[in-house]
Structure formats: structure tokens, C-alpha cells
């Protein structure tokens, strides 16, 4: 994008296309950046961004961007301001460093049975021996770290952010499917309760992709997208990974009949 007329031109493609929100984030200017959120309202579109350092979340925030992705520590104002916007926030944690914390604690879980199996030995050693200033830090400036931006999610919490559950995967130590599972568990890490953790990955999530009165909480006359559950997830988070069956559209799934054969050790 050279200009303002090139930012617009870009965002108009997208609506014809069937997109249902633009996403922006450096290296793009923020002239460029109010140029497309300006052009995708036009568009009846959501802008979408990141929230990696004050400036850009807090530019983001005033320049009507809905949901703000990944996270470093905020202080109030910042919170406040979020909230009062309505801006929503996906942190990300597990990608930000949590999912290897918790690999530090817990090895084991990378010879996990369902993570196994739908990913290759190549594909799981790929994702953990990357690189990267976290993988670098000691233990305990690692958990400093993390402890910094638990606290920093709990405090926006608090003040009325609307948080979201994503996981940015496939990146360093986070793979699809189980690290939306990992995500919840670092929320409880933060201090939220898990029947706030649940909400947030069902309802919050439905009401920010504008499909509220269809998914996100069990009423008549919605969507049957259901996982009933082995074990009780306000006992212990981790029990949403007891999965006895998937209920999509009605229809029942078992996760023992969709198991894959076997993975190769190899790639």
C-alpha cells in the first residue's frame, strides 16, 4: 500500500470476496491504518489488529478496531479505555510464552494421545525447537515474565475488557486444536474462574463474530454444537479435554471413530 487511495482500493476487493472482517497491523503506517478501518466501516466491515505495544493498541482502540490480538503488560488507562470502546482482546497466551512454560513443567503432554494423533514426530519437534528471546530467558525470568502478563489480563478482566480465546496456532510450542484446550488453562492461571474461562471461549466468542443468536450458549432455537464432556470442567479446566462426543449441527460425533490411523514417526 503506497497511499491513502491504494489502502482503500485494497479493502474493497475484500467485501466482494465474502470477507467478514479486514485484519491490519504493521508494517503499515497509521495514516494507512485509518485509511483501511475507514474504508472497511464504509465496507460494513470489522477491523481487526494487534495489541503488541501501547502505541499500536491504543491507536487501534481510538481508530474503532474491534478485537486487538496478542498481548503485552497494560496498565489501567489503557484497560479502561478498551473497555469503554468495547474493544475486544485475544491475547494469545499460550503463543506468547505460556504453552512453553507449561511444556517445561509438563513434558509429557507432547507425547500426548490426541495431540499424536494428527500431528507427525517432524511437525511436533519443529514447533518446540524454534527459537526465539523466551526460549533464551532463565526459569525464573521466563515465569516473571508470564506472571507480569497474567496479572495484566486479570486487571483487564476486572476493569471490563471483553477477553477472547485464541491460540495464533501453528506457531512455536502451539499446535492446533489442543492449545485452544492449554489457552483456557492459562486463564486460570491468571485468576479467572473457569466457568468465566468457558464463557469466554463460547459465548464471548459468538458474540464477536455476530453469531450470538445462533451459537455460544445452550438455548432452543440454536445451533446443536455441543462436546459433551467425560469429567466437569468447574472441577478442573483441563476436564474440557474429556471429550466423549462432539455434537455439530445436530449431528453426534465420536472422537474415537474419527481417530486417523496411525502417524508415521517420520515428517
Excluded at 521466563?142 to 476493569?159: C, P, T, V
Excluded at 495464533?168 to 485452544?180: H, I, W
Aim: proline letters at 4%; aromatic letters at 6%.
Amino acid at each position: 500500500l503506497a497511499n491513502e487511495a491504494d489502502a482503500r482500493r485494497g479493502v474493497r476487493p475484500w467485501k466482494e470476496l465474502g470477507a467478514q472482517f479486514i485484519k491490519i497491523h504493521p508494517p503499515y503506517t497509521w495514516t494507512l491504518h485509518r485509511a483501511v478501518a475507514d474504508e472497511a466501516r464504509r465496507q460494513e466491515l470489522p477491523v481487526v489488529g494487534h495489541a503488541m505495544g501501547l502505541e499500536e493498541a491504543t491507536k487501534s482502540v481510538t481508530q474503532g478496531f474491534t478485537t486487538l490480538e496478542h498481548h503485552v503488560r497494560f496498565y489501567d488507562d489503557v484497560h479502561r479505555l478498551m473497555a469503554a470502546a468495547g474493544t475486544r482482546l485475544d491475547p494469545t497466551l499460550g503463543a506468547g510464552g505460556a504453552n512453553r512454560w507449561l511444556l517445561r513443567r509438563e513434558p509429557d503432554r507432547l507425547g500426548g494421545e490426541k495431540l499424536r494423533a494428527f500431528l507427525s514426530e517432524g511437525w511436533v519437534r519443529e514447533r518446540v525447537n524454534g527459537g526465539g528471546i523466551l526460549r533464551r530467558l532463565s526459569g525464573n525470568r521466563f515465569r516473571g515474565r508470564l506472571m507480569d502478563r497474567f496479572a495484566s489480563i486479570k486487571r483487564g478482566h476486572e476493569l471490563g475488557v471483553t477477553l477472547l480465546a485464541g491460540t495464533d496456532a501453528p506457531t512455536q510450542a502451539n499446535f492446533e486444536g489442543v492449545s485452544l484446550h492449554w489457552e483456557l488453562e492459562h486463564f486460570v492461571e491468571t485468576g479467572l474462574a473457569p466457568l468465566e474461562v468457558l464463557r469466554i471461549a463460547t459465548q464471548h466468542a459468538a458474540e464477536a463474530v455476530g453469531a450470538e443468536d445462533d451459537l455460544g450458549t445452550l438455548e432452543a432455537g440454536k445451533l446443536a454444537d455441543i462436546v459433551v464432556l467425560d469429567a466437569n470442567p468447574l472441577d478442573d479446566i483441563r476436564n474440557t479435554q474429556t471429550i466423549w462426543r462432539v455434537i455439530k449441527g445436530g449431528w453426534v460425533f465420536d472422537p474415537e471413530e474419527l481417530r486417523p490411523p496411525a502417524m508415521s514417526n517420520g515428517n
